[in-house]
């Protein structure tokens, strides 16, 4: 929404002071500093693995390509990176930069507590493409994490970069940060692979084609393993990727064009994967938290799923779409009575409903068509009876970071259209979008003053639905918090709820 005046620092608190519940940001960032994270990575694994580190990045065309001048952008369609990201207010860079200020400027925010996730760190799931090199880097990086989150606990909870390459690799980090004690995790939600058949012809997997594996559907891994040990370590599976470098993405003149959109994007393809992929039936215990994307795409996505279940799951498709259930002969008398006088037609038209019914495929019968897909149910991997089915595997398993600015989170709350899913206030702190971060809290709040969300609605987009993603699957997740007694009362009246639903039922 546009801002007609100055925010001042002291509305953010007036606005916080008048609500009955706390405020949790469900996705600041911090800016890692790289000379304190490369004595990590020293201290792990030595300087030879520091040198990697830096040739990595070094090495990396996106990461290198402010260097490129745009004539080398074009020849080699590398995207345009961003360029000045990060706002320069004193007391938000120093609160970014240093978690005690953090701390301190939250009450000047708004804000009770933080979830604050990486910057550098989303880095290293891709430029990493040694998976023993981006282990280490990776355990490197929670360490650090670890040691500079852990003396402001009460009030800032910062995640682990874990990596979903592969499930092995994941497991292990898995249990790595949760041995650190970090209970917020966020992994790559997608992973671009090599498409096989091109080792054929090129040799180098770099120079090969990719596919976007999103975990879920037609993997070539089993993920259960991992999806099941977030569930045995009490974690939530927050992912925050988006879709730079992709073939639509790649721009070499522009930022902005190649951003738009581009989380939605990312979260769509691993919604839809996840979903189509039987997960969240299989897991209907597990979250999943889709950060700065917004719920546009995920209102779109959910009314898209039951569109397409309702046109083509296998009961309706071989009740209305079966080829062999087209009555021909009353198509042919059709064609005699409006056709007669064409003659290319009439000619042709034995030929057309024997084998050419289709006009995408040229000589195959509707006998044909039925055989080769008479067992097909694209639904397979999910069992839905009815759309309340669909309703319940969707929101029930995703929630959706959203920033303050964005209008479009009201079609989440917005009741006709009955595509209600859970939503979170996400500030992106530290990151362009917020050029003062005592502004984010009274932007959101907009929304209630324009008629556009009720107060209710804002508990839910700014305290419960993030209570819910992480406590759900951890009770203790902000035990030792400032809000940890609220918590508390919030669970167990989301306990009662649920119990008398159920007994309604």
Not at 71 to 99: L, T, Y
Not at 100 to 125: H, Q
Not at 296 to 312: Q, V
Request: net charge negative.
């Amino acid at each position: 929404m546009t801002k007609t005046s100055k925010i001042s620092l002291s509305e953010a608190r007036k606005i916080r002071q008048q609500l009955s519940h706390p405020v949790v940001d469900a996705d600041g960032h911090w800016l890692e500093m790289q000379p304190v994270f490369v004595e990590y990575i020293a201290d792990v694994g030595g300087p030879a693995i520091v040198d990697r580190y830096k040739a990595a990045l070094a090495n990396s065309p996106g990461y290198n390509s402010a260097r490129m001048s745009h004539e080398e952008r074009v020849r080699q369609r590398v995207r345009r990176q961003a360029f000045w990201g990060f706002p320069n207010k004193i007391e938000d860079r120093g609160a970014v930069m240093f978690p005690g200020v953090f701390r301190d400027m939250l009450e000047e925010w708004g804000f009770d507590v933080a979830l604050l996730y990486p910057t550098v760190g989303f880095l290293l799931l891709y430029l990493m493409k040694d998976p023993d090199l981006r282990s280490i880097i990776v355990g490197a990086y929670n360490t650090m994490v670890a040691d500079m989150f852990g003396p402001y606990g009460d009030r800032l909870i910062p995640a682990a970069a874990i990596s979903l390459h592969s499930p092995s690799e994941a497991i292990e980090q898995l249990e790595h940060a949760h041995g650190l004690g970090l209970k917020l995790i966020v992994a790559n939600g997608t992973t671009l692979r090599p498409i096989e058949a091109d080792a054929d012809f090129q040799p180098d997997p770099a120079k090969r084609r990719f596919y976007v594996d999103a975990y879920g559907l037609d993997s070539p891994y089993n993920y259960d393993p991992v999806w099941q040990k977030f569930i045995d370590l009490k974690l939530a599976c927050t992912v925050h990727t988006g879709t730079m470098g992709w073939p639509d993405r790649s721009l070499p003149s522009s930022f902005v064009t190649n951003h738009l959109g581009h989380f939605a994007q990312s979260h769509h393809v691993t919604a839809r994967s996840l979903f189509m992929g039987g997960v969240t039936q299989r897991f209907p215990n597990l979250k999943f938290g889709f950060l700065e994307g917004g719920t546009g795409w995920a209102c779109n996505l959910l009314s898209d799923l039951i569109g397409h279940w309702k046109k083509r799951n296998k009961g309706h498709m071989h009740k209305h779409m079966k080829p062999t259930q087209l009555d021909r002969p009353a198509l042919k008398e059709l064609a005699r009575k409006y056709m007669t006088g064409n003659e290319r037609v009439m000619r042709n038209l034995d030929e057309v409903l024997a084998r050419n019914l289709d006009p995408s495929e040229v000589g195959v019968s509707p006998e044909e068509f039925v055989s080769r897909e008479i067992d097909t149910d694209e639904f397979e991997h999910v069992t839905i009876r009815n759309t309340t089915d669909i309703m319940r595997l969707f929101t029930s398993n995703f929630y959706f970071g959203c920033e303050a600015d964005d209008p479009m989170t009201t079609l989440a709350y917005h009741p006709s259209a009955g595509l209600k899913v859970k939503a979170m206030l996400g500030s992106d702190i530290a990151h362009f979008d917020v050029i003062d971060a005592a502004e984010v809290l009274p932007e959101a709040w907009e929304m209630v003053e324009h008629g556009l969300m009720t107060e209710a609605d804002f508990r839910e987009y700014t305290f419960t639905n993030v209570v819910e993603l992480h406590a759900s699957m951890n009770p203790d997740f902000f035990r030792g918090t400032t809000v940890e007694g609220a918590v508390k009362d919030e669970l167990a009246f989301a306990g009662k709820r649920n119990f008398l639903r159920h007994h309604q039922c």
